[in-house]
């Protein structure tokens, strides 16, 4: 079970190309954060300020940050290479994860309920809750079928670089929001 009140918590994000996954579990022996995202390199620019926030985030958790290559296969075809995404990601989910899916037809969610959505994954008896951003095009049909609960970051369609800042924001404003820290209004 996670315990956001009393510990702090791991947050795993994953990196692969044109797809972010964050999974977050606590971890009593050492709490470390990673952090995945899923696309080309990151430009520089992107890079400083993911690492910003990360570092904020840090003050609440570790992070760590990992890189998987996307379209492993090279191929042009597109469904094949989201089913070989699909499979990478999900050797990476566990069956006990709480699965966050991102996506462009999630619900709608504000800030506040996105801090209420990462303390409520404590209550789920999971051991990290895991946030998927799908590439380009979208995710596949084991995660989907995996995913928890749905949700987007915008009504418009965000490059990978840009929806992994915007996690990331938005991961450090719940934690401010849970703490009743002063960075929410």
């Avoid at 918590?9 to 990673?34: L, M, Q, T």
């Avoid at 993911?50 to 492993?72: F, T, V, W």
């Avoid at 990476?92 to 619900?107: T, Y």
Wanted: aromatic share 8%.
């Amino acid at each position: 079970m996670l315990e956001w009140e009393n510990s702090k918590s791991c947050f795993f994000f994953r990196c692969e190309e044109e797809r972010v996954w964050i999974d977050a579990a606590p971890s009593h022996e050492s709490d470390s954060n990673a952090c995945g995202h899923c696309g080309e390199k990151r430009a520089q620019g992107v890079q400083l300020v993911a690492e910003g926030y990360m570092d904020k985030i840090k003050h609440y958790c570790l992070m760590e940050d990992i890189q998987i290559r996307s379209n492993p296969k090279n191929t042009a075809n597109v469904g094949v290479q989201i089913e070989t995404e699909d499979a990478m990601i999900m050797r990476h989910i566990q069956p006990d994860d709480w699965v966050v899916m991102l996506d462009e037809n999630g619900s709608d969610i504000s800030s506040e309920q996105m801090s209420k959505l990462v303390e409520d994954a404590g209550l789920t008896g999971s051991s990290r809750i895991s946030f998927c951003i799908g590439g380009p095009y979208g995710h596949g049909p084991q995660l989907r079928k995996r995913a928890n609960v749905s949700i987007r970051l915008s009504s418009m369609i965000l490059n990978h670089q840009i929806a992994f800042i915007v996690l990331l924001e938005q991961l450090y404003r719940a934690w401010t929001i849970l703490k009743g820290q002063k960075y929410h209004h």
